[in-house]
């Protein structure tokens, strides 16, 4: 069975920055997709960033130019780079993961989840 495991989040001021990691175990088969969504309280899942086996990456409209997403094969693991934080950036952040390797998987795609990490921008 494969594990997500989260971690980096926290309180930051506005205009901060923070990095998020996420570490993949467990599973006798490889991981794809790899992405980070969010979700805000009382709204769905967001889009932040995904990032398939070879590099190729897609970010949602309200972090590109702000977020980095990148991925370390040989260990599992996706990383969220996040700078010029914002108020309505706060939410709870999930690391997914996919046997598919596709940066537009939808959110009932990924097989594999973390269980969130709080990001909370304080203004």
């Known amino acids: 069975q494969v594990k997500l495991v989260e971690s980096g989040g926290g309180l930051v001021q506005a205009g901060g920055s923070l990095r998020l990691s996420c570490a993949a175990s467990g599973g006798d088969f490889s991981i794809n997709a790899m992405g980070w969504f969010r979700q805000a309280a009382d709204e769905q899942h967001e889009l932040v960033a995904t990032i398939e086996r070879d590099g190729a990456t897609k970010y949602g409209d309200s972090v590109k130019g702000r977020f980095t997403i990148s991925r370390d094969n040989a260990k599992n693991s996706v990383f969220l780079q996040m700078n010029s934080l914002k108020p309505e950036d706060t939410a709870v952040y999930y690391c997914?993961?996919?046997?598919?390797?596709?940066?537009?998987?939808?959110?009932?795609?990924?097989?594999?989840w973390g269980q969130g990490t709080q990001v909370t921008v304080s203004s």
């Open positions: 997914a993961a996919a046997r598919s390797d596709y940066i537009s998987l939808t959110v009932p795609e990924y097989e594999y």
